[in-house]
């Protein structure tokens, strides 16, 4: 009888079940402040004439196409031309066109506390200002508890708390 009872008693206690559980919790907080950036392109020089039944001449000189002369900081000097019929009552046609290019001197983009202060006058300029960090803030407690606090202008926050639970494989 005795071993009826022990053998009921084994039956009756319950294995330990065995499950695989992973719980996970991650809290975190992005800072970001936008710097300050420039990109400019310089632009060349040019110059361009054409024309039909004219004389042309630069004051001096008779029959010159003009165009481009010495340089100085990037920049040529210029030789215009003036035309005139070259045979009266006939048909004629002059063009001349320059556009003066960007200088090479010394100026350049300086930046002071982030912030663009001076550029160089360039044919194309793109200014992005930098962000003013302010009372930007952010905090995490040991409890998971995410705090955030705006910025000024160019910045962000993020602030995130990320739980999972796999059961099993």
Known sequence: MKRSLLFLLALGVA???QADLVHQISSSV??????A??????LGSTYSVSGSGVSTTDGTT???LGGFGNVTNGVPAITNITASQATSGNAFSFSQSYIEGD????TSTSLTNGAVTALP????????????AGSLAGTVTNGHAVT?????????VIGQTITSL????
């Open 15 to 17: 294995a330990p079940a």
């Open 30 to 35: 992005q800072l970001s402040v936008d710097a």
């Open 37 to 42: 950036a420039a990109q400019t392109t310089r």
């Open 62 to 64: 008779a029959n010159v």
């Open 103 to 106: 200088s090479t001197s010394t």
């Open 121 to 132: 006058l360039l044919g194309q300029t793109t200014t992005t200002g930098g962000g003013v």
């Open 148 to 156: 955030v606090t705006a910025g000024g202008t160019g910045t962000s």
């Open 166 to 169: 796999t059961i099993g494989d």
